[in-house]
């Protein structure tokens, strides 16, 4: 799948700071990337997520409330939560959020919660271990102690092996040198099978993945046993946890704290649903692009410098119609990406060299016996668009500048215009086309030609 980075680098529409960030705006030099986030608003949407109440939550100060209206200053109500069994995008501030829930119970949670080396020992109850199948003909080395070859017939998860290996190390003594010369036998032989698919990981071989879709299924399998039942949010933090240990992507060693992690996977969920996911963690950075790629999405994972940069460049100058339509002219010199008949309907999909109007990366024209339109539309690049109001209001308000007011009087873009049986659209005369703004699960701009319009009511 094509990926637009370099769209990404001037212009995009959904930003998720982590709160290291935003926190950062309280130190010296804060308050001119605060001024340029505010300058940025009018073009692009911020969110905060319920991970960064989860990471307030622990403060049992009022200086919670502080960083609160921080994030406000920054995210506005912009709020992103998970509820029920999918994720919600809702108008309430930070404090209003927060004001809904005992966080008591949170943070009384977070302190009861068991040490790591139990966390950490239940990833290793996933791991099946049946070193009979995994060694396959293997003659052991004779002066291997009794009590260890057992040990590899009789163990069935990695925590049997783990458990059962603490005590046969406590009477090692004079025997360590054996197993450590066995231990680099089978390293240099290779004779033990690649244990992720050992552990039944599909589409990875040890250092990337081969596979996407057979990965994510895999994986998620493998990170759901011996749990009943789990929300796609439960799954994908769990999923990001189990990196570190099964060292898909490794961490450094201050990471190793089972608080972090499972906040850090809430951020890189809810900044999967977002554009640009910005952190001055390295750690968090690398596992939610792992994470990421696993689920066939691709926000653009940057740090703290990287987002100056972009935000000090500025947005591009307004798109046009015209330009639009000149491009089209040149059609033939687009890379195609798709072309597919559906009915009696033949599709061809380009990839546009930018985005237009802050979100339109692809052109399709349809043709249907002897008739075309074309429409644009985004690529997929988050978990899931659903109907965003911010952003509509932003390729709305583009449009109204360009060509007036639209062909039923409405001006400036209003939040009561999305209700929830949806939102009616937007329509514009240009030329010979009848210019459409719809939401159908994703916003499209389509161009459908009418015939016998009076020349007065061109634009």
């Not at 940025?40 to 307030?56: G, I, K, W």
């Not at 990170?223 to 490794?250: D, W």
């Not at 330009?323 to 380009?350: A, P």
Request: with cysteine; glycine share 6%.
């Amino acid at each position: 799948m094509r990926r637009p980075y370099l769209s990404l680098i001037f212009v995009t529409m959904l930003i998720y700071l982590d709160l290291n960030v935003i926190q950062d705006i309280k130190q010296a030099g804060g308050e001119e990337l605060l001024m340029r986030i505010k300058q940025d608003q009018q073009r692009n949407v911020y969110c905060f997520s319920e991970a960064h109440l989860y990471d307030l939550s622990r403060d049992q100060t009022d200086h919670k409330y502080t960083d609160m209206e921080l994030i406000a200053e920054v995210a506005g109500d912009h709020c992103i939560y998970f509820e029920g069994d999918r994720v919600r995008f809702d108008y309430e501030t930070p404090r209003e959020y927060f004001g809904r829930f005992d966080w008591s119970t949170v943070s009384a949670a977070w302190q009861s919660l068991p040490d790591e080396a139990n966390l950490l020992f239940d990833v290793f109850k996933l791991m099946p271990l049946n070193f009979t199948a995994a060694l396959h003909d293997l003659t052991l080395p004779e002066d291997m102690p009794d009590v260890f070859k057992d040990l590899l017939t009789q163990t069935v998860t990695y925590y049997d092996f783990f458990a059962a290996f603490m005590d046969y190390t406590v009477e090692l003594s004079e025997k360590q040198k054996s197993f450590r010369a066995l231990l680099q036998y089978l390293r240099s032989q290779d004779l033990l099978i690649n244990y992720y698919e050992y552990f039944g990981l599909k589409g990875y071989d040890g250092t990337r993945i081969t596979d996407q879709a057979a990965f994510l299924e895999s994986y998620s399998a493998f990170c759901a046993k011996n749990v009943p039942k789990m929300t796609v949010y439960q799954s994908f933090i769990r999923m990001y946890y189990c990196l570190e240990f099964l060292g898909l992507v490794k961490g450094k060693a201050d990471k190793q704290k089972m608080m972090n992690l499972a906040n850090d996977g809430r951020h890189a969920f809810f900044g999967g649903y977002c554009d640009i996911v910005v952190s001055k963690d390295e750690d968090f950075r690398n596992k939610a692009k792992f994470m990421y790629e696993a689920c066939g999405i691709h926000p653009w994972v940057i740090g703290p410098d990287e987002f100056r940069d972009w935000i000090t460049a500025g947005p591009p100058n307004d798109d046009t119609l015209g330009e639009l339509y000149q491009l089209i002219g040149k059609v033939g010199e687009l890379e195609c990406i798709d072309e597919h008949e559906t009915d009696d309907t033949r599709y061809t999909t380009f990839a546009l060299p930018r985005l237009f109007y802050d979100y339109f990366g692809l052109l399709t024209f349809g043709e249907n016996e002897g008739k075309y339109f074309f429409y644009l539309t985004a690529e997929k690049l988050r978990f899931n668009r659903g109907t965003w109001t911010p952003q509509i209001s932003v390729p709305v308000g583009l449009l109204l500048k360009e060509l007036g007011m639209d062909l039923q009087g409405k001006g400036e873009f209003q939040r009561s215009e999305v209700t929830a049986s949806g939102w009616p659209g937007r329509a514009w005369l240009y030329g010979n086309s009848i210019v459409e703004l719809i939401c159908e699960q994703d916003l499209y701009l389509k161009f459908n030609p009418v015939n016998d319009i009076p020349a007065a009511d061109k634009v």
